[in-house]
């Protein structure tokens, strides 16, 4: 039951003579089968952790949003891993599940009935018992939640069986991802309201929230959580995350030492930070820059115009100008390094010729159209894309600005865009083929508001569909051929689909903390991490 993908790692050391030195060095993150994390087996330096002292990071994103349910910013969602508990949780290092609130793995009772025990003795951080109805009650908000739902459609229902012990009634059998999937709801009181939970929600983690502000140069303050009697207790007297949108403000806050951890280096910072004693750390995960586009509006609703874009585009030269380097070609949905893994029917590789022959087979000539692109580090591929598509016959306008998600809802009115450019990488959630493709092409947001590929009336969605959900009720010995099948549909159609999948770079003052590992996604980790002495 888990999930588990092999993360490749590049470390650029302390000290520029060390980082010339090491920088081709590739790495791979490793754990092991059981609730252990990598990052209590297999730590990275070998100074001695003390308890005491802060823990301190320097966070690239904000948000305001501490409710648990259905939470989605990158910001909090890491602050929840470390506030609250699943009845399992997975280790973002290796994605995979480890016992949390659960005591042991769900307990089969049939092929559609599960049960799970809860773990002696745990408690929230007001000193209450968690107890069976607490994760009922967690379970049946994420499930009419619309984020969370959709990861949650398997279940039928949840039921207490008495205070220790909770039925799960599935709607098909789904034992190879049970755990994974699980991991997704976070358990608080039932007690907590919903003003409760969006001012100052409780949880039974190694931490508590002391003081919330999520706000671009704010902060978040933890306390240690007394009661936690689980295998990742808090080693340090306080955790404090400063929220730093600003590239050149979380590089001097890491070069300053006045964090020991920097999430998002941007790789024109690298080497001064490695100059300045620190360690920076690629790892290639999912994340990515993708293009999606309006399928409800000519020409875009051809798939021929879709492919066109991804031959005209010269990837090559985009990760080595924009990235430095720091991304993989995508030839198929899912990166190399995935343990699911199947190389598309369809790879895309710079040919302008093909673009522009596409684009005339689709009478799309001279097409004038707007590359709508996310303020954010997409930005900077914006003016190479534009170019590389207007050599094939098209006329692009970039309009850089801050997605109005909102205004991409499901609605009868035309989308206010033609083609996107935005990053995205739902990892943060976990790793499981079926999860990453139900977030961007499932029965949601995304195919009903956004690309609305739903709506597009050729019956390729319908088509991926029906292979997702022939998977999530196969068992795991034909659940990678399906997937497969799911792979190349989207390949072939992409009506949204990566240009590269990043890897993402952390930095962290070795001689300062010990223990810590960057992931692959989104957010910091600082479970089974120590302030140094």
């Known amino acids: 039951m888990e999930q588990q993908s092999s993360l490749s790692r590049r470390t650029f050391l302390a000290g520029s003579a060390v980082a010339a030195a090491t920088a081709g060095l590739a790495l791979t993150g490793c754990g092991s089968n059981n609730s252990s994390s990598s990052t209590d087996t297999a730590k990275k330096d070998s100074g001695t952790a003390a308890a005491g002292g802060t823990l301190t990071g320097a966070c690239a994103y904000s948000s305001t949003n501490v409710n648990p349910v259905g939470n989605s910013s990158a910001l909090m969602l890491a602050a929840t891993w470390h506030v609250f508990e699943g009845l399992y949780d997975m280790d973002l290092h290796t994605y995979k599940t480890y016992n949390a609130l659960a005591a042991a793995k769900p307990t089969k009772v049939s092929d559609t009935e599960y049960e799970v025990a809860l773990r002696d003795g745990a408690k929230f951080s007001d000193g209450t018992d968690v107890t069976a109805a607490d994760v009922v009650n967690a379970f049946e908000l994420n499930m009419a939640d619309a984020t969370y739902g959709a990861f949650l459609e398997f279940i039928d229902s949840v039921a207490k069986k008495d205070d220790k012990t909770v039925t799960f009634t599935l709607k098909y059998p789904f034992e190879s991802l049970l755990e994974g999937r699980l991991s997704v709801v976070k358990i608080f009181p039932a007690s907590q309201t919903t003003d409760d939970l969006k001012t100052a929600p409780i949880g039974s983690g190694p931490w508590k929230y002391d003081k919330v502000n999520g706000d671009d140069q704010g902060s978040i303050e933890f306390l240690p959580n007394e009661y936690y009697n689980g295998e990742y207790k808090a080693t340090a007297d306080a955790m ?199 977030w961007w092409y499932g029965d949601n947001v995304w195919t009903k508001g956004r690309s609305c590929w739903q709506k597009a009336g050729d019956g390729k969605w319908e088509e991926l569909a029906a292979l997702m959900q022939q998977a999530r009720e196969a068992d795991s010995s034909k659940q990678q051929e399906l997937w497969n099948q799911c792979f190349d549909i989207i390949a072939e159609e992409a009506p949204l689909y990566p240009l590269f999948h990043r890897e993402l770079a952390t930095g962290y003052q070795a001689g300062t903390i010990t223990g810590f590992e960057p992931i692959a996604t989104t957010g910091l980790v600082f479970l089974g991490a120590s302030a140094k002495a």
């Open 240 to 438: 404090h995350w400063d929220v730093l949108l600003d590239d050149t403000s979380r590089t001097t806050a890491l070069q300053e030492g006045s964090v020991q951890v920097m999430e998002n280096v941007p790789d024109a910072n690298a080497d001064q930070l490695t100059a300045a004693g620190a360690t920076v750390e690629y790892i290639q995960g999912f994340n990515q820059a993708f293009l999606m586009f309006n399928t409800q509006k000519a020409p875009f609703n051809d798939k021929r115009v879709r492919q066109a874009f991804f031959y005209a585009i010269d990837v090559d030269k985009l990760i080595s100008n924009a990235l430095n380097g720091h991304a993989a070609k995508v030839t198929s949905f899912l990166p190399k390094d995935h343990k699911n893994y199947h190389e598309a029917s369809t790879v895309y590789t710079y040919d302008k010729d093909k673009a522009a022959s596409l684009i005339k087979e689709a009478g799309a000539e001279g097409t004038s159209l707007e590359l709508m692109v996310n303020n954010n580090w997409v930005k900077n591929l914006a003016a190479q894309i534009k170019n590389d598509l207007d050599a094939i016959g098209l006329n692009v306008t970039i309009n850089e600005t801050k997605i109005d998600w909102a205004k991409l809802a499901p609605s009868d009115s035309e989308l206010p865009y033609d083609v996107m450019l935005t990053p995205g990488d739902p990892t943060c959630f976990g790793n499981d083929p079926d999860l990453l493709m139900s």
